[in-house]
């Protein structure tokens, strides 16, 4: 069964950054791609992108392009998403997730 | 983008009766190597999503032979024999053919 752990909730202020964390299993991290994906309240699923945890190779959502960074740290099997220029717009429920299996989620507030 | 279009957005279903979500795309879904990269998805409230069906039909680790999928190209659609209460939720159809990998807009099932 995959295993994805996300780091908890997060309040940020337009402007600024947030980084959201997603602990796998050793399994998971060398076999399948992480994907990111967002859900604002009450609103559908948005996909942002992927990272390639084996070779660090990503691809990002045009519409995140120059503000989306999605990096790993392969000693303790996880993975990041960082995201700039916040803004209200971005409050969302950020997923990390694999072809079998999704993260609990993380609420990313975004408020002045 | 692939624009995935869900039909309809809610249903009300009786225990014990079927139901039946369309997703239809903007494109064909089906690759050279005879693959079709559509996912079928749940998420009940206060959940993240849970893999129901991928690749138009085959059902994922766990899920109820309640479900079916079937389709080709750019038709598609998931079949739920006998709704029970535990189906209730919202259905996504996904694709991944194509980067960005997109979303239908959701069915809202109660």
């Known amino acids: 069964q995959v295993q994805l752990v996300q780091s908890g909730a997060e309040m940020k202020k337009p402007g600024t950054s947030v980084k959201v964390s997603c602990k796998t299993s050793?399994?998971?991290?060398?076999?399948?791609?992480i994907h990111w994906v967002r859900q604002a309240p009450g609103q559908g699923l948005q996909w942002m992108g992927w990272?390639?945890?084996?070779?660090?190779?990503?691809y990002y959502a045009h519409q995140f392009q120059g503000r989306l960074t999605m990096t790993r740290d392969a000693s303790i099997i996880t993975a990041y998403m960082e995201l700039s220029r916040l803004s209200s717009d971005d409050t969302a429920v950020y997923y990390c997730?694999?072809?079998?299996?999704w993260g609990q989620g993380t609420l990313v507030t975004v408020s002045s | 983008d692939i624009v995935l279009a869900q039909t309809p957005l809610s249903l009300s279903v009786t225990p014990g009766q079927p139901a039946s979500i369309s997703c239809k795309s903007s494109q064909s879904l089906l690759n050279s190597e005879g693959k079709t990269y559509l996912y079928w998805y749940l998420q009940r409230p206060g959940q993240p999503p849970q893999l129901l069906i991928y690749?138009?039909?085959n059902r994922f680790s766990g899920v109820s032979e309640r479900f079916s999928g079937s389709g080709s190209g750019t038709d598609f659609t998931l079949k739920i024999s006998r709704v029970e209460a535990e189906d209730a939720g919202v259905y996504y159809c996904?694709?991944?053919?194509?980067?960005?990998?997109?979303f239908g807009g959701g069915t809202k099932v109660e």
């Open positions: 050793p399994s998971t991290f060398t076999g399948y791609y």
């Open positions: 996904m694709q991944a053919i194509e980067l960005p990998v997109t």
């Open positions: 997730a694999t072809s079998i299996g």
């Open positions: 690749e138009v039909l």
């Open positions: 990272i390639n945890p084996h070779t660090s190779g990503t």
